[in-house]
C-alpha cells in the first residue's frame, strides 16, 4: 500500500476513535468537546512543537562560521531537495542521532548530536541529512504532531471516561445521541481506545520513516550511504543509550529507546533490517525518479 495512502487511513481512524469515545463520554457534547480538545492541542502543536522539541533535546543553533562543513552539506542538498536551507543546531550527546522539526518548509529545523559528526563518514552524513530533509518535504513534522495530539485528546478523554464510569457519571439511555450509557461498554472503550490510539499513531510513524528513507535516497541518488548509516547508528545507539525524553523519541532517524519482543509492537520506527533492505532493494531507476 502506498505510504501517503496508508498515512491517511490511519489519521482517518485515529480521528473516527477520538469521535466515537467522545461521543460515548458524553454524547453530542461530548463529540463537541472532543473536537475543541482535538483543535487547541494541534494548534499548540503546529506552532510551537519545534521550540519544545529543540528544548527538550538541550539543541543549539549554529552558525555557518561555527560549523561551516554542515552548513555547506545541508545547503547543498536542500538545493537537491528543492527546499529552503532549514536552520541547524547540534545536541551535545555523543550518542549519533538526527532529527528534523518545524511546521513547515520555510521553519524547519535539522539538529544533529555531536556523536553523529564524528562516527559517519562524509557520504553516509549526507545520507541522514537527506532523510531529514525528507521528512521536511514531506511535511513529516505536521503529520506527526496531528497524529500525536489526537492520540494525546483520545487518551485524555479516556481517562475521563474511566472516571466517569466507575463513578456512574456515564450517560443515560435518554441523553442526546442515543444509547451507549451502558457503564461497562463506556469503560472498555476508555481502555480500549487510548491502546488503539497508541498502535495508530505508531504505524503512522513507522509508514513516514520507511517514506523519508525512500525520499532521502533519491535526493543523493544512492541507497547504500543511509544504510549503512543506520546500521551504525543502531549500533552506537545499543552501545551508548541516549538520554531523551519518550514524547521525542519518534522524532529521530533511528530510535533512541532500547526495546525488544513484544516492545517492538510499539515502536515508533520500523526495524533498522527492513529499512535497510528497501534501501538497498532501489534499482537506480528508483533514485532518479
Known sequence: MNNTFKTFILLAGLTALLLVIGQALAGRQGLYLALFMALIMNFVGYWFSDKIALAMSRAREVSKDQAPDLH???ERLSVQAGLPKPRMYIIPQDTPNAFATGRNPEHAAVAV?????RILKPEE???VLAHELAHVKNRDILISSVAAVI???????GMMAQWGAMFGMGRSEDDEGGGGGNMIGTLLLAIVAPMAAMLIQMAISRSREYAADAMGAKIVHAG?????????????????????N?????????????G???????????PIEERVARLMAMKPGDLMK
Request: no cysteine; aromatic share 4%; glycine share 6%.
Open 246 to 258: 519518550p514524547a521525542t523519541a519518534q522524532m529521530y532517524i533511528v530510535n533512541p529507546l532500547s
Open 113 to 117: 548530536t555531536e556523536g553523529i559528526l
Open 125 to 127: 552524513l549526507e545520507g
Open 260 to 270: 525488544q519482543g513484544l516492545m517492538r509492537l510499539f515502536s515508533t520506527h520500523p
Open 72 to 74: 555547506q552539506m545541508v
Open 151 to 157: 492520540a494525546g485528546a483520545i487518551s485524555q478523554l
Open 224 to 244: 547504500r550511504p543511509l544504510a549503512n548509516a543506520l546500521l551504525k547508528l543502531e549500533e552506537y545507539n545499543k552501545q551508548i543509550p541516549m538520554q531523551v
